[in-house]
C-alpha cells in the first residue's frame, strides 16, 4: 500500500472515530440538557394547574388526551378535581418532587407539587424525551455525516500535493541510468526531503568512486600481467624446444596450457574493462523460437532427411 492510500485512510479513520465519540458524547449533553428543559416545563405545568380555579364537585372532571404526550391530576383533600381520562380515579401514590414510574401502561418523568389542601400531578412520557434528544443530535450531527465524504475528497488531495516531492524524486530515480552517477539537483524547500537528496547524492559519489576502482582496477590488472605472461610464454616455448626428456616435455607441454588458459583470462578481462553491460543491452531484442526452429530446420533439412532410419 503506497503512502498517500495509508495516510488517507488513517485520517479518515480518525475522523470518523471523532465523529463517533462526538455523537456519543452530544447525545448524552442533549438528553442531559433535555432532562432539565422538560422538568422545568413540568414545573411551570404544574405551577399553572395548582392554581386553577376548580371547585369541589360530584364528578372530576375528565380532560381527554390521546396523544398522551401530557397527562395531570389535580387533588384536593382527596378528592379529584380534574384529570386525564387515560389516568384512574385513584390517587397515584408519589412523594413530592421529581421521580421516573410506570403510568397508564408507559414509562413516564413524574412531578408532584403540593401546596395547602391541593396537590397536582403532571406525568410526561420518556419516550418524548428520547426523541428530543435524537432530534437535536441529528440536526447537529447530520451535517457532519454527510461533510464526510467531501472531506476524504479533500484530504485525499492534500496528501497528494504534501506528498508531490516524493512522487517526483521517485520517477527521478526510476527514469536513471544504471551508471548515471551525476548528483540530484534540485532545489527543494521541504526540510524532510533535503536530507534524503543530500544522502543520495553522497551515495551517488561513493558508488562511482567505487564503481571506477573496480572497473580501473581490473584493466590495470589485465594490463600488467600481460607483459609477465607473454615472457613466461616465450621461455617455457624455447625451453620445451630444447628438452630431449619426454618426461620434462609433457611437463612444460602442461605448464604452456595453464598459461594459455590464464592469457585467455587477461584477455577476457581487458574485453570486460572496454565494455559495459549496457552497451550488451541496448543490443538484445525479442526473438521468435518458433522462427529460428523453422529457420534451422530448413537450412539443415537434407542433413536430418538423410538422418531417418529406413523402414
Not at 163 to 189: C, E, G, M
Not at 282 to 290: G, M, N, P, Y
Request: aromatic share 8%; proline share 3%.
Amino acid at each position: 500500500m503506497s503512502i498517500r492510500k495509508r495516510l488517507t485512510l488513517i485520517l479518515l479513520s480518525m475522523m470518523v472515530l471523532t465523529c463517533f465519540l462526538a455523537l456519543v458524547k452530544g447525545y448524552q449533553k442533549s438528553m442531559h440538557h433535555g432532562e432539565s428543559l422538560l422538568d422545568d416545563e413540568l414545573k411551570i405545568v404544574a405551577g399553572v394547574l395548582i392554581e386553577q380555579p376548580l371547585a369541589l364537585s360530584t364528578d372530576a372532571v375528565q380532560v381527554s388526551n390521546n396523544s398522551a404526550q401530557l397527562l395531570y391530576q389535580i387533588w384536593q383533600n382527596n378528592n379529584l378535581l380534574s384529570g386525564s381520562s387515560s389516568l384512574t380515579n385513584n390517587q397515584i401514590s408519589f412523594s413530592e418532587g421529581f421521580q421516573t414510574a410506570n403510568v397508564a401502561g408507559q414509562r413516564m418523568r413524574v412531578f408532584v407539587m403540593s401546596k395547602n389542601t391541593r396537590k397536582v400531578i403532571v406525568a410526561e412520557p420518556m419516550a418524548k424525551r428520547f426523541e428530543l434528544a435524537e432530534a437535536v443530535i441529528l440536526s447537529a450531527m447530520l451535517p457532519m455525516l454527510w461533510a464526510v465524504p467531501l472531506l476524504a475528497i479533500f484530504i485525499s488531495f492534500f496528501v497528494k500535493y504534501a506528498l508531490a516531492p516524493l512522487t517526483r524524486l521517485s520517477k527521478q530515480l526510476a527514469s536513471r541510468q544504471a551508471n548515471d552517477f551525476t548528483p540530484i539537483n534540485w532545489q527543494v524547500t521541504d526540510e524532510e526531503i533535503k536530507p534524503v537528496i543530500n544522502r543520495l547524492n553522497d551515495l551517488f559519489k561513493r558508488v562511482e568512486t567505487a564503481y571506477l576502482r573496480e572497473r580501473f582496477f581490473a584493466s590495470d590488472a589485465a594490463h600488467e600481467l600481460r607483459t609477465p605472461l607473454s615472457s613466461l610464454k616465450i621461455n617455457v616455448h624455447n625451453l620445451a624446444n630444447k628438452q630431449s626428456n619426454l618426461q620434462d616435455h609433457q611437463e612444460l607441454q602442461a605448464m604452456s596450457q595453464g598459461i594459455n588458459r590464464l592469457s585467455n583470462i587477461v584477455e577476457q578481462m581487458l574485453i570486460l574493462g572496454r565494455t559495459q553491460p549496457e552497451q550488451w543491452q541496448r543490443q538484445f531484442s525479442e526473438q521468435s523460437l518458433l522462427t529460428i526452429t523453422q529457420q534451422v530446420v530448413s537450412e539443415q533439412y537434407d542433413k536430418i532427411d538423410r538422418k531417418k532410419p529406413n523402414h
